[in-house]
């Protein structure tokens, strides 16, 4: 076995040249900065320089959003770097199966009707269950058809028709068959692509670099700092601008779909430097999971003519959604599929049947390969000759952190795009194939809005050193306290309780009681954070205190998605009460919003942008 | 049931292998059983993840013998000994610990790597050797709306577009293990993926490989098509890659 020594220094760039780059748009200033900074060195050891990183711009995740973005601003000469806990195609974006969608119009609909933008928006905005933001909506919908062929101009290999145009499948509350794919590996596909475009252009890329806190000075974000994971060095980063794009929180409940680095880190981390939250009751529970191991079989197995068969062979969804049947949205089908078990038509265990095997081996094996795969890796069962056994599981987060159609926000130079925010084009529940469009359309259009930001002018004094380092001393004594604890709790067992306590209490059902029940146990869970015990005291490669830092930001999601489920009495989207079955327009068409005030989650409320399309019964 | 778990860290003199007692857990992977581990013996253990449904390509290491994807592999099926993959012999396979394995499942680091701590391994010698292929579509105009693909220019494309960049290829490479500047399997796949896009203009995309260390290095063992979790074959598109070499150097001798 070769062993070598871990090599000390990965960082793309000399650190120096990093603190000697100027911002295009105010180079006086800048060299002033530096001059002065030049004054300091006597103070600031070579030591903490060489932790201290300085770009145009910082993009946290290295996802589509991330990746999308990191092209965008790149190209526009500015300097940017992305920071990742992981490597950029080890993002959950890679696992997004189905697809994205675009009204391409190269399928046509029903009786050779055409799709537009309007009728994508309309499906959307209906699927929301008129909680998105209509102006959001209209951008991404607009946008759709030219960030699914810019796509594929920088090389993803769509599925193709045989006239040669891109592919497109009917997907769930869609009129038209607008999802376009790569099979069923639509995610991987675009990942890699956009990843080879970001490799081309020697964009730095801090892989394994576990972001600890973003870092404010007098009302705007300067940067953030990092734990270097191979090391357990923290170092500092400054920039103009901050993005966050890194995706949802699916691990605060134990069966979900996402990847296992799927914690949520972004949004504890905006909410903990004053940023709001948005819609953070919002979960969506994907209604075909692979029983077990809750791994994604994607609509696009029912968008294909797959359907779903309870206990009894019935196939039931026409008793939900007599008109969409298995393609209406996630919500209804997800509760749908939970009354069947819940009433004793499931099978044993609690799951029931989706089967494809009416479409035949070719189909499957050109179109849902992926899906077969991990049928049979997972499952041990084959498509083509068995049913697959599915139960719903926590699949997407519609809530993040509240950013406005520029992935601005309430801090100023902090921007966030992709699943971590909530720039709201899903509202109370997201359409499928509408979260692989908006990480690359807001991708990009959030990047443009930093260029822009930046060219104003609007760069910030740059000579927040003092900042920054005081900001690594702080997360440095804090590790170091966790580490020395010499306390009991277990900090796995706290995170299986965490995790069974969401999926119980704030599940696809919720009711006043049980969620009152959940926000107590919540809480003693918290109390239990500062009392959980690391057994390995190293800093460098610590996977125990990355996991602890995860639960930390994990549990501090759940007191804001518990709050505001409990605070909204109504029934919309993936927001079932049972004890208010009904929408109620008049108190809740509405956002929420939690903050972290003196410590605690407060809950507050802003209004939804209406536009095109009026509020009506939601009917499938 | 057991792991035993290949260890390491800097400082140690030398390796060693913990062994673990693991508690069933239906349909458990080799992924949750190193969680377990991790989460009931020694919270020290390290090792990479991220998807756990075999789509990401982060926890690619040896097992049994064998490199393979944690998450997708089952230690149930293990120890009845299927999952068995005779591979051609190279020295990482070398027995170097006891193992029983109708009872226990050895986890080791991927070969071929640099070891940075316990399952960890430095993967930037294969990640230089993907850069290195210029892996970017190089279109030679874009039109207004999407290039038009003849459907059935797709599934030999998907063969190696359907790559995770695990690196598993990379350590079942009898090649990679002995010549450390060879390109590997993975790269050279990569490479293939953009000669036969039809959308790629750079029709020297085969030359960037045409030296020692690229698609002449091969020895064709085929390790790197049995041991990918995605089915992608390199061997194939380094054997048509040299074939094409040698037709298009033919051809320009006799024009000579």
Known sequence: MDIKPLEKEKIPYSELEELEKECPSQEKEKKNGISSLDDEKEIISKNILSNIHQYDVIIIGGGLTGLRAALQVSDAQLKVAIISKVHPLRSHSVAAQGGMNASLANVPGENETVDNWKIHAYDTVKGSDYLADQDAVEIMCREAPSTVIELEHMGTAWSRLENGKIAQRPFGGAGFPRTCYAADRTGHNALHTLYEQVISRDIPIYEDFFVTSLVTENEYCVGCTALEILTGKIHGFLASAVLMATGGFGRLFNSSTNALINTGDGQSLALNAGVSLKDMEFVQFHPTTLYGTNILITEGARGEGGILINKNGERFMGNYAPNSLDLAPRDVVARAIDTEIAEGRGFKGGYVHLDLRHLGEELIKERLPGIRQISIDFAGVDPINEPIPIQPGQHYSMGGIDADKDGKTSLKGFYAAGECACISVHGANRLGGNSLLETVVFGRMVGDAIIEEISKGSCKEQNNLETVQKAITEIDSKLKIILSRNTSENQFKIKESLNNTMSSKFGIFRDRVVMEKGILEIEEIKKKLSQIKIDNKKLALNQAIIRFLELEYLVQLAETVAFAAMKREESRGSHTRTDYPSRDDKKFLKHTITSLQNKKISVSYKPVVLGMFKPQERVY | ?256
């Not at chain 2, 989460?39 to 097992?63: H, K, N, P, T």
């Not at chain 2, 998450?71 to 027995?95: D, F, M, N």
């Not at chain 2, 790559?163 to 490479?173: F, K, S, T």
């Not at chain 2, 490989?209 to 061997?235: E, L, S, Y």
Request: charged fraction near 25%.
């Open chain 2, 1 to 256: 049931m057991k792991l035993k778990v290949f260890r390491y860290h800097e400082g140690m003199s030398a390796p060693h292998y913990d062994t673990f007692s693991l508690e069933e857990e239906p349909s458990m992977t080799v992924l949750r059983a190193l969680f377990q581990f991790q989460e009931q013996f020694d919270d020290s253990l390290a090792f990479q993840y991220s998807c756990r449904g075999s789509v990401c390509g982060a926890c690619a290491m040896l097992i049994n013998k064998v490199p393979r994807l944690a998450c997708r592999t089952q230690v149930a099926s293990l120890l009845k000994g299927e999952q068995q993959i005779a591979l051609s012999p190279y020295p990482a396979l070398e027995e170097k610990v006891g193992w029983d394995p109708s009872q226990e499942v050895l986890v080791e680091p991927l070969p071929h790597f640099p070891v940075v701590k316990d399952l960890i391994v430095d993967r930037n010698a294969f990640f230089k050797s993907y850069k290195f292929m210029e892996p970017v579509i190089k279109p030679e105009s874009i039109p207004p709306k999407e290039n038009l693909m003849d459907p059935s220019d797709l599934p030999d494309l998907e063969l190696y577009t359907n790559c995770i960049l695990c690196a598993a290829c990379y350590g079942a490479c009898p090649v990679d293990g002995e010549n450390k500047d060879y390109l590997g399997p993975a790269a050279l796949a990569k490479l293939y993926r953009f000669h036969i896009d039809p959308r790629d203009a750079d029709n020297r995309r085969l030359e960037k490989a045409d030296i020692n260390n690229g698609w002449w290095a091969c020895d064709f063992h085929g390790n790197c098509r049995q041991v990918c979790p995605k089915g992608v074959p390199p061997i194939m598109a380094i054997g048509q890659a040299q074939a094409e070499l040698m037709e298009k150097k033919e051809k320009s001798e006799d024009k000579k």
